[in-house]
C-alpha cells in the first residue's frame, strides 16, 4: 500500500494540493481523474520522488521502485524507436524490445525515428520506454494522449496483462471505468 498524508504542495503562492490523505492499493491499475489543474500530476511527481511537498508524506513506494512516463515525450531525435528502449533497459533485460513494441503496437517500426512518428505513435513509444525500464511500479501520467480509443484499450489490457500495479492520470472517461479503481481528485 502507498500511504499519502497530510500531503500539501505549493507552487508560489498557488497550492496544487492541500491536506490530500490517499490509500493507494500496489496492485492492478489505479486511475486517477479530475479536472484539469486538481493536482494529479502533481501528485504522480510526488509518488516518483521528483516532486517534494511543503508537507506531508508518502510511504509504501520507494522512488527508484517506479517507471514514471512523463506527460511530455521527451523522444531524442538521433534515436531510432528500437534505441530508445535500449538505452534504458537494464543491462540483463527479462523482455527484449521487441516484445514492449509488440505491446503497444508498434511492431516494424524498430529502426524508424522520433520525426516518422504521428502523435500517438510517438506516444505509445514513450510508453514503452518506460515499460523497458522493467521498474516494478509503473507512474503513467496521460498514457494514451493521441491514441485512438480502442489501441488504448487494448494496450491497458495488456498493461494489466503484466502484473504490474499501475497508478495513472487519465481524462478518457472510457479509460478509467476499465481500470480496477479509479481515485477522484478535485
Known sequence: MIQVEHLTVRYGDKTALQDVNLTIPLEGITALVGPSGCGKTTLLRVLGGLLTPQQGQVTGLKPR???FLFQENRLLPWRTVRQHLTDVAP??????????LNLVELEGEGGAYPAALSGGMARRLALARCLALERPVLLLDEPFTGVDPQRAQRILQRLKALGRPAILVAHEPHLSQNCDRVMELK
Open 65 to 67: 521502485d517506479a517507471a
Open 91 to 100: 543491462r540483463h533485460p527479462d523482455t527484449q524490445p521487441e516484445a514492449w
